[in-house]
T-cell receptor
Framework: QQQVKQSPQSLIVQKGGISIINCAYE??????FPWYQQFPGKGPALLIA?????SEKKEGRFTISFNKSAKQFSLHIMDSQPGDSATYFC????????????FGTGTRLKVLA | NAGVTQTPKFQVLKTGQSMTLQCAQD?????MSWYRQDPGMGLRLIHY???????DQGEVPNGYNVSRSTTEDFPLRLLSAAPSQTSVYFC???????????FGPGTRLTVL
């Protein structure tokens, strides 16, 4: 019940295309859903995050879509650029006073020039 | 502001050796945590701390010890290294009442 399932494992997109990464969770106590971006040799960095009270959040070219009833959320990267080539992790956590983040297994995105 | 710093960047150990991975943050964050990253498995939480003197176990705590004597430092100890502990280790911190977790640059550990 603590898992966060992420797909696809890898993704190749043409420059200017849309990249879509999906995650699904089981624990209904989760109420914070961030996406992290990681470049090779670096630590993950927060990209965008959402809480269940909204169905969508957009920041520039990055959008999270959230479906509470289906327990799924996804990251959409519009107008994908070669500089977006990185590994993306979804995560989930609850705010019951604990500090436990459960991460997905990651998606390696490559954007072709 | 250095953020979250980790030392060393690389380490090679022999089976049975012990060592401490260092983590420090200068943002006065209450929350700190350790993760390990393995291919195809994402980041898994090892131990975390919600403040000085308070630690708790994550998903994969076996073989690791932590302590939190100051707000700034959160070292991770491997008591008797095993090849299964070969991984990249990340430390992270977060301020209380906020959501953003900041990660360090990582330590790549190889156990032979």
């Amino acid at each position: 019940q603590q898992q966060v399932k992420q797909s696809p494992q890898s993704l190749i997109v043409q420059k200017g295309g849309i990249s879509i990464i999906n995650c699904a969770y089981e624990n209904t106590a989760f109420d914070y859903f961030p996406w992290y971006q990681q470049f090779p040799g670096k630590g993950p960095a927060l990209l965008i995050a959402i809480r269940p009270d909204v169905s969508e959040k957009k920041e520039g070219r990055f959008t999270i879509s959230f479906n509470k009833s289906a327990k799924q959320f996804s990251l959409h990267i519009m107008d994908s650029q070669p500089g977006d080539s990185a590994t993306y992790f979804c995560a989930a956590s609850g705010t019951s006073g604990t500090y436990k983040y459960i991460f997905g297994t990651g998606t390696r995105l490559k954007v072709l020039a | 502001n250095a953020g979250v710093t980790q030392t060393p960047k690389f380490q090679v150990l022999k089976t049975g050796q012990s060592m401490t991975l260092q983590c420090a943050q200068d943002m006065n964050h209450e929350y700190m945590s350790w993760y390990r990253q393995d291919p195809g498995m994402g980041l898994r939480l090892i131990h975390y701390s919600v403040g000085a003197g308070i630690t708790d176990q994550g998903e994969v705590p076996n073989g690791y010890n932590v302590s939190r004597s100051t707000t700034e430092d959160f070292p991770l100890r491997l008591l008797s290294a095993a090849p299964s502990q070969t991984s990249v280790y990340f430390c992270a911190s977060k301020a209380s009442g906020t959501d953003t977790q900041y990660f360090g640059p990582g330590t790549r550990l190889t156990v032979l």
